[in-house]
């Protein structure tokens, strides 16, 4: 008995023939079957074909489970299952699964062999693509060399030439066997990025290692430049021009239920950053302190209403000011809608600085087109959306308390609201076009009334 698992076709071929054309013949070996469908099964053997530069021990742990499947139908989603992680290593271009009945002298009535027929990745392969930032886009070149020491190791290299940021960078990855999602990497990058809402210029040098596992461990080396974007930059961004070396430790951690990341019917986001710079070098010192968090629940006719919040704090430690390429931005179509990009908040002869603390929420209602054009294809990945934004950002006198804290990010509120359509672009990103009405702008503040474009990963 072989059994192959493979995905079903959503059509198979037209064979010409029908059902009634068929002589049904008995299978010879139906005592064997009655064992197989109605009684308990021991996988005797698994064995994996084709692998050549790859070590087995580190695929033991991604195949373990198989051994302890009771029947047949147990047998087969394990196997499926251990399918899946073995794709999921980045190591193999193809993985087939073959079940057949035990063989040899050890073997049993009712005994099973898996055999997991693989094919390697190329030790090198090459990648192009285009990505979507929040309200930027870039064009991606990557080489990567896959499974480089035989345990599904990885050394890639990128290059990205976007619309506001250039980048290239080197990093290595290396997984825990038996736990993917763990994970060490390490990073040799630069990035050269261009800020014009502050006529800023940035460009970092910089070394990073990551430990992955539930929460994101980072160490984090960079040598940062900044300059002039343009001769008309304030005094305030040529007094931040220069040198800087950044040495600092974060943690993250995310709890995610969402059914999607980019348009959620259901669930909910918790996500908590926290970065601390200048106790392991460097002369920037600072702790950094940010979330969000977001809830999604599913209403009538197919609507869903979310609520979305953020906040963030920015203490510098020691005398030193903090750096403006540390401070919080806010405003613009992916954040407090209506307002232009990173636009409140504290500027300077135009340029707009960035603040040590701010917040923002967000209250949004999402619905079907009306009348449901294209329903059940294209038009399911657009939405009509509407909306109500709020936030504040400023700087504070860490000598004032909390309290006084509390008070300076509830006075002078921005907010807007308004409608508009969003478009899906699968799991990668969104874009929206939406009518924006802006309320509590202050003075300074660079407001976008009317239709607004927006373009990303990351929506407020």
Same mark, same amino acid.
């Given at each position: 008995?072989?059994?192959?698992?493979?995905?079903?076709?959503m059509?198979?071929?037209?064979?010409?023939?029908?059902a009634?054309?068929?002589d049904?013949?008995?299978?010879?070996?139906?005592?064997?079957?009655?064992?197989?469908?109605?009684?308990?099964?021991?996988?005797q053997?698994?064995?994996?074909?084709?692998?050549?530069?790859?070590?087995?021990?580190?695929?033991?742990?991604?195949?373990?489970?198989?051994f302890r499947?009771?029947?047949?139908i147990?047998?087969?989603?394990?196997?499926?299952?251990?399918?899946?992680?073995?794709?999921?290593?980045?190591?193999?271009?193809?993985?087939?699964?073959v079940?057949?009945?035990?063989?040899?002298?050890?073997?049993?009535p009712?005994?099973?062999?898996?055999?997991?027929?693989?094919?390697?990745?190329?030790?090198?392969?090459g990648?192009?693509?285009?990505?979507?930032?929040?309200?930027?886009g870039?064009?991606v070149?990557?080489?990567?060399?896959?499974?480089?020491?035989?345990?599904?190791?990885?050394?890639?290299?990128?290059?990205?030439?976007?619309?506001?940021?250039?980048?290239?960078?080197?990093s290595?990855f290396?997984?825990?066997?038996?736990?993917?999602?763990?994970?060490?990497?390490?990073?040799?990058?630069?990035?050269?990025?261009?800020?014009?809402?502050?006529?800023?210029?940035?460009t970092?040098?910089?070394?990073?290692?990551?430990? *992955?596992?539930?929460?994101t +461990?980072?160490? $984090?080396g960079? @040598?940062?430049?900044?300059?002039? &974007?343009a001769?008309?930059?304030? =005094?305030?961004?040529?007094?931040?021009?220069?040198?800087?070396?950044?040495?600092?430790?974060?943690?993250?951690?995310?709890i995610?239920?969402?059914?999607?990341?980019?348009?959620?019917?259901?669930g909910?986001?918790?996500?908590?950053?926290?970065?601390?710079?200048?106790?392991t070098?460097?002369?920037?010192?600072?702790?950094?302190e940010?979330?969000?968090?977001?809830?999604?629940?599913?209403?009538?006719?197919?609507?869903?209403?979310?609520?979305?919040?953020w906040?963030g704090?920015?203490?510098?430690?020691?005398?030193?000011?903090?750096?403006?390429?540390?401070?919080?931005?806010?405003?613009?179509?992916?954040s407090?809608?209506?307002?232009?990009?990173?636009?409140?908040?504290?500027? *300077?002869?135009?340029?707009? +600085?960035?603040g $040590?603390?701010? @917040?923002?929420?967000?209250?949004? &209602?999402?619905?079907?087109?009306? =009348?449901?054009?294209?329903?059940?294809?294209?038009?399911?990945?657009?939405?009509?959306?509407f909306?109500?934004?709020?936030?504040?950002?400023?700087?504070?006198n860490?000598?004032?308390?909390?309290?006084?804290?509390?008070?300076?990010?509830?006075?002078?509120?921005?907010?807007?609201?308004g409608a508009?359509?969003?478009?899906?672009?699968?799991?990668?990103?969104?874009?929206?076009?939406?009518?924006?009405?802006?309320m509590?702008?202050?003075s300074?503040?660079?407001?976008?009334?009317?239709?607004?474009?927006?373009?990303?990963?990351r929506?407020?």
């Open positions: 008995i072989y059994t192959f698992l493979d995905p079903l076709p059509q198979g071929p037209e064979l010409g023939v029908q009634d054309d068929l049904l013949v008995e299978p010879e070996h139906e005592p064997q079957q009655e064992v197989l469908e109605n009684r308990d099964v021991v996988v053997h698994v064995h994996i074909d084709g692998l050549g530069r790859t070590k087995e021990d580190v695929l033991t742990y991604e195949i373990a489970d198989v499947a009771k029947n047949l147990d047998v087969m989603k394990k196997s499926h299952d251990a399918r899946q992680k073995l794709l999921r290593l980045g190591i193999f271009r193809q993985v087939e699964v079940i057949d009945t035990a063989e040899g002298e050890d073997a049993l009712n005994g099973l062999d898996v055999t997991f027929e693989v094919k390697e990745l190329r030790r090198m392969t990648s192009y693509n285009t990505m979507v930032g929040n309200n930027e870039s064009m070149l990557g080489l990567k060399l896959p499974n480089v020491f035989g345990r599904a190791e990885k050394l890639t290299f990128q290059f990205s030439y976007g619309t506001k940021e250039t980048s290239y960078g080197l290595f290396k997984p825990q066997p038996g736990h993917f999602e763990r994970n060490f990497s390490i990073n040799l990058y630069k990035v050269t990025g261009q800020f014009p809402w502050s006529s800023l210029r940035e970092d040098r910089g070394i990073s290692t990551e430990i *992955s596992t539930n929460h +461990l980072k160490w $984090e960079v @040598w940062r430049e900044l300059g002039c &974007l001769r008309t930059a304030s =005094f305030a961004v040529r007094e931040e021009s220069g040198h800087s070396l950044k040495s600092s430790l974060s943690h993250a951690m995310v995610d239920t969402r059914n999607s990341p980019i348009l959620p019917k259901r909910a986001l918790l996500k908590i950053n926290q970065e601390l710079a200048g106790y070098g460097g002369d920037a010192s600072f702790l950094k940010d979330f969000e968090i977001q809830l999604n629940r599913r209403l009538l006719w197919d609507s869903v209403l979310s609520a979305s919040l906040g704090m920015l203490l510098a430690i020691g005398d030193k000011p903090t750096s403006i390429a540390d401070r919080f931005y806010l405003g613009g179509p992916t407090v809608r209506g307002f232009s990009m990173y636009s409140i908040g504290p500027q *300077s002869e135009g340029d707009y +600085l960035g $040590e603390a701010y @917040w923002a929420g967000g209250l949004h &209602l999402y619905t079907p087109l009306p =009348f449901r054009p294209g329903r059940g294809g294209f038009g399911d990945l657009f939405r009509t959306h909306f109500l934004n709020a936030g504040n950002l400023c700087n504070l860490y000598g004032e308390g909390p309290r006084a804290h509390l008070s300076k990010l509830a006075e002078c509120i921005r907010w807007s609201y508009g359509i969003v478009l899906r672009l699968g799991n990668i990103a969104r874009l929206e076009l939406n009518y924006c009405i802006p509590g702008v202050q300074g503040d660079r407001i976008c009334d009317g239709v607004q474009f927006g373009a990303g990963i929506f407020l």
